[in-house]
């Protein structure tokens, strides 16, 4: 027998405890004010010292998420990782994360690493999810982590980074369960952003073009999405952006997903046979001869959209964005962040039964639309996220850094990458409790990690 309903029975996140204020940078950048915080629409920014690199980030979410939800590591048969942020060409950090495992005797568990840009969390987690609804599954759970530290060189491109981790325990009988056949994808050759050197951490940016990459990815896939609802629900009386009641993207910055709520209502509106435009999208009759592939860049079109359609924003997205304009783009975990931000800021009854889209898009180019239904049992959902009570006190607790200090850190990244050996200098004092951190790297660049200790439950 297949198992049923199968999903998310558990998240973590983690994030820096550390973060720089984006009015405070857009003084240090010499930016105009307001251009990172109404114009990219972003408030914080959270950041590593040399403390902290991908394989500790997910050392730190895996261990807290088997403690807190009480699993036993030989109750994992499947771990997969998404990232981007490559620290060994060969060596996957899941490798690393079998530190947490083996010293159990659990070895039996699938899985290694996935990278394309910010989607290989998305890659990790269908990974997961196809491995419990195939033959090869042997009853146990997959966890599916995402994490990234995303910096960028100084420039235009610099406040859009973030970092964080994700975890996410996949098992039948979830409160947040795959929607089957309604999965729908994208991917091409693009060079939008990209990694070609192997000695940086920081990316190769094309802004424009990932940007148009990202919208046009966006409305490819959610017209094979409605293409893919209409087959799987030929009687419903429309297709469209009301069949989600909450749409989560991945999120670079947070007033490119404020577009892109427009951009979708765009789609609609061009799907809707002319004769019924006019009743039902009143005063737009000057767009119905424009076309996607004309209106990235279409000030008109944009500005149109997302003022007339602010309510669908405020309604649907804008609760998921609250980690994201508070830490930055974490990469791969960032639509997974949005998952999160829903989750700790709406009444959870008001999400009880509802269908939540996500958006995830790794620049190169790989995306996919899908959705994932809330469970009916109100008792089953409220637990499944009083578990993230942590979440807004943890926010709320990082040590604010200044400019300086923040350029100072990530220069001390910069010169370090791949050093060996090398002893970390970044504070390990102002780490959350449980984090593990990057005691040193040997002369073969073999790292090692400690952790801060946990509080009196075990998790911060
Ligand atoms: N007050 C208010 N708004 C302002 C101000 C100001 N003083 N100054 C500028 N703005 C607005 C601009 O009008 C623009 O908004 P708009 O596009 O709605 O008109 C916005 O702020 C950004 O300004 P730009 O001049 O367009 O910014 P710039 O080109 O310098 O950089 C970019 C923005 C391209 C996003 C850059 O930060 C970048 O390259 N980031 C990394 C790439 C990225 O995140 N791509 C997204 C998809 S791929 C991925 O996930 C990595």
């Not at 297949?2 to 973590?12: C, M, R, T, Y």
């Not at 403690?67 to 036993?72: D, F, G, L, V």
Request: with cysteine.
């Amino acid at each position: 027998m297949w198992p049923e309903n199968v999903g998310i029975l558990a998240i973590e996140v983690i994030f820096p405890s550390q973060y720089v204020d984006q009015t405070e940078l857009e003084t240090f950048d010499g930016a105009s004010a307001g251009k990172y915080t109404i114009g990219l629409g972003q408030s914080k920014m959270g950041f590593c010292s040399d403390r902290e690199d991908v394989n500790s980030l997910c050392l730190t979410v895996v261990s807290r998420i088997l403690e807190k939800h009480h699993i036993k590591p030989s109750e994992i048969g499947r771990l997969e990782v998404g990232t981007e942020t490559i620290i060994d060409k060969s060596k996957s950090v899941k490798s690393v994360l079998m530190q947490l495992f083996a010293d159990h005797g659990a070895t039996d568990i699938e899985g290694i690493d996935t990278t394309n840009a910010c989607y290989g969390g998305t890659a990790a987690l269908f990974n997961s999810v196809n491995w419990i609804e195939s033959s090869s599954w042997d009853g146990r759970l997959a966890l599916a982590v995402c994490a990234d530290i995303a910096v960028y060189a100084k420039g235009a491109a610099r406040p859009t980074g973030g970092a964080g981790a994700i975890a996410m325990l996949i098992g039948p009988n979830a409160p947040l369960v795959f929607d089957r056949g309604l999965r729908a994808t994208h991917m091409e050759h693009a060079y939008d952003f990209y990694k070609p050197d192997l000695s940086s951490e920081y990316p190769t940016v094309d802004g424009k073009l990932s940007i148009q990459c990202y919208l046009s990815a966006l409305d490819t896939c959610y017209q094979l999405y409605r293409k893919k609802f209409q087959a799987k629900y030929p009687d419903t009386a429309k297709v469209g952006l009301e069949n989600f009641d909450a749409l989560l993207f991945h999120t670079p910055f947070c007033k490119l997903v404020q577009k892109s709520v427009a951009r979708v209502v765009f789609n609609d509106y061009l799907l809707t046979p002319e004769d019924k435009r006019s009743t039902l999208y009143p005063g737009l009759d000057k767009f119905s001869n424009s076309t996607l592939a004309s209106t990235y860049f279409d000030r008109d079109v944009e500005k149109t959209f997302m003022t007339q359609f602010a309510d669908v924003f405020e309604k649907k997205t804008k609760k998921s964005l609250l980690l994201a304009s508070q830490v930055g783009n974490m990469y791969t975990p960032s639509v997974y962040s949005g998952l999160v931000s829903l989750l700790v800021s709406e009444q959870p009854d008001s999400l009880v039964g509802t269908r939540i889209g996500l958006f995830s898009y790794g620049s190169g180019l790989a995306a996919s639309m899908y959705s994932i239904s809330v469970t009916k049992d109100a008792d089953c959902f409220k637990k499944f996220v009083s578990k993230l009570d942590y979440v807004l006190p943890m926010l709320n607790s990082r040590e604010k850094l200044s400019p300086e200090e923040f350029s100072q850190l990530m220069e001390i990244r910069e010169k370090n990458n791949h050093a060996a050996p090398y002893t970390p200098t970044g504070s390990v004092a102002v780490l959350f409790p449980g984090t593990y951190y990057l005691k040193e790297v040997d002369e073969l660049h073999r790292r090692t990690y400690e952790r801060v200790p946990t509080i009196s439950n075990g998790v911060h």
